[in-house]
C-alpha cells in the first residue's frame, strides 16, 4: 500500500516550457487536491477533484490545468511556466472529507 | 486574504517540556480544525483534529483546544520530544472538500 505517489521528485524547466506533475493514490479516494507550498505561505490549493469526473478551481488555480484521469490518478500541468511557479507541489487524496492524505512533493524551479 | 493564521513562525523548547501553537481564524464558517505535521522532504501527514461542537480533543501527548467565540485554537505536546521537531500547519474546513491552510510554525526542540 503505496498511499499516494507524485512524480517526478525534482524538476527544473526554463520559463515557457511545459510539463506534468502526476498523482495517484492507491486508497481508493474519492476526492484528490493539489497545492503549493511556498515560504511563509503555508500551502495553498491549486485544483482539486470532489469525485472522478469533476474538477474545481481553488485559491491560485492560474497558470494551471488539471485532469482527473480515472479514481486513482490527478495530473497537473503547466502549460506554460513562470519563475513564479517555482515551488513545492504536493497532491492529496481522502474519503472523509476532512482528513488529507499527503504525497512526498514534488521540487519545481523555473529558471 | 488568508482565513487561516499562525503568527508564530518558530518556537524552541527544550526537551520534556510543553509546547505550545497557536492558530486564530477568520470565517466563522469553519467547522472543523486539524493540526498536520511536516518533516523536510516529506509531504504533511495528520496528527489530531476537532469538531467545533468540542473544545478539546486529546491523543495521547497531543491536546488540541478550541475557543470559538475567539476564533482560536491551539495544539498543546506535552512532553515535548525531539522527534515533535517539525512543521506544523493549522488548517481549517467549512463543510466543503477544502482545508485552508495557516503558514505553518516550526518546532525545535532542544536535548
Known amino acids: 500500500n503505496a498511499g499516494v505517489t507524485q512524480t517526478p521528485k525534482f524538476q527544473v524547466l526554463k520559463t515557457g516550457q511545459s510539463m506534468t506533475l502526476q498523482c495517484a493514490q492507491d486508497?481508493?479516494?474519492?476526492?484528490m487536491y493539489w497545492y503549493r507550498q511556498d515560504p511563509g505561505m503555508g500551502l495553498r490549493l491549486i485544483y482539486y477533484?470532489?469525485?472522478?469526473?469533476?474538477?474545481d478551481k481553488g485559491e491560485v488555480p492560474n497558470g494551471y490545468n488539471v485532469s482527473r484521469l480515472n479514481k486513482r490518478e490527478f495530473s497537473l500541468r503547466l502549460e506554460s511556466a513562470a519563475p513564479s511557479q517555482t515551488s513545492v507541489y504536493f497532491c492529496?487524496?481522502?474519503?472523509?472529507?476532512?482528513?488529507?492524505?499527503f504525497g512526498p512533493g514534488t521540487r519545481l524551479t523555473v529558471t | 486574504d488568508q482565513q487561516v493564521k499562525q503568527n508564530s513562525p518558530s518556537l524552541s523548547v527544550q526537551e520534556g517540556r510543553i509546547s505550545i501553537l497557536n492558530c486564530d481564524y477568520t470565517n466563522s464558517m469553519f467547522d472543523y480544525f486539524l493540526w498536520y505535521k511536516k518533516y523536510p522532504a516529506e509531504g504533511p501527514t495528520f496528527l489530531i483534529s476537532?469538531?467545533?461542537?468540542?473544545d478539546k480533543n486529546e491523543d495521547g501527548r497531543f491536546t488540541v483546544f478550541l475557543n470559538k467565540s475567539a476564533k482560536h485554537l491551539s495544539l498543546h505536546i506535552v512532553p515535548s520530544q525531539p522527534g515533535d521537531s517539525a512543521v506544523y500547519f493549522c488548517a481549517a474546513a467549512d463543510n466543503d472538500y477544502k482545508l485552508s491552510f495557516g503558514a505553518g510554525t516550526t518546532v525545535t526542540v532542544r536535548a
Open positions: 477533484s470532489a469525485s472522478e469526473g469533476t474538477t
Open positions: 476537532i469538531s467545533s461542537i468540542k
Open positions: 486508497m481508493n479516494h474519492n476526492s
Open positions: 492529496a487524496s481522502t474519503t472523509s472529507f476532512y482528513e488529507q492524505y
